[in-house]
């Protein structure tokens, strides 16, 4: 792919949104990201909120043509925990090879990977994943998703290049 990669990482968190702790998660994917020569082009980071999300989601993609949107958090079982929900309404296909690589990664860590009610998918010229809310589950997740998105990216957003090579089932 052309050009520098490029992200946004949304944190979803009451208590982070109100300020009453820090966003260590968001900072961490940041970190990865940055180390992998990723450029961050927002940050924010909301409360559990489907609507709120749905909309940030829409701006994201729709104005700003964010090529990767992460999100991280409101993906358990919790009642507040909407992630999934507000991402399912933006989301045009879905890509579950990218859950089923977290998870099962996950798995091999702790019996709780299969709590998880991530989702993946593409909405236009942006990839929009969810991570866990934790540090550590975001990082190693990320960490296991990370080595194929630029790929992904590139045949998202129509690189001829991307085509050479790519599987085809």
Aim: overall charge negative; hydrophobic content about 35%; aromatic content about 2%.
């Amino acid at each position: 792919m052309n050009g520098k990669l490029s992200a946004a990482v949304i944190t979803i968190s009451e208590r982070a949104s109100r300020g009453i702790y820090p966003d260590e998660t968001g900072r961490e994917i940041i970190r990865v990201l940055q180390e992998n020569k990723w450029e961050i082009a927002s940050s924010t980071i909301l409360p559990d909120d489907q609507t709120l999300i749905v909309n940030t989601l829409l701006e994201y993609c729709d104005q700003l043509d964010i090529p990767l949107i992460l999100t991280a958090g409101g993906t358990g079982f919790s009642p507040k925990d909407v992630t999934p929900e507000a991402t399912r309404r933006v989301l045009e296909r879905e890509t579950p090879g990218l859950v089923t690589a977290m998870i099962q990664h996950g798995l091999s860590k702790t019996p709780h990977a299969m709590l998880s009610r991530q989702l993946a998918g593409i909405r236009h010229r942006t990839l929009i994943v969810n991570l866990p809310g934790s540090p550590t589950g975001a990082v190693e997740d990320l960490e296991v998703i990370l080595p194929a998105l630029p790929h992904a990216i590139s045949i998202i957003r129509s690189d001829p290049e991307a085509e050479k090579g790519h599987r085809t089932g």
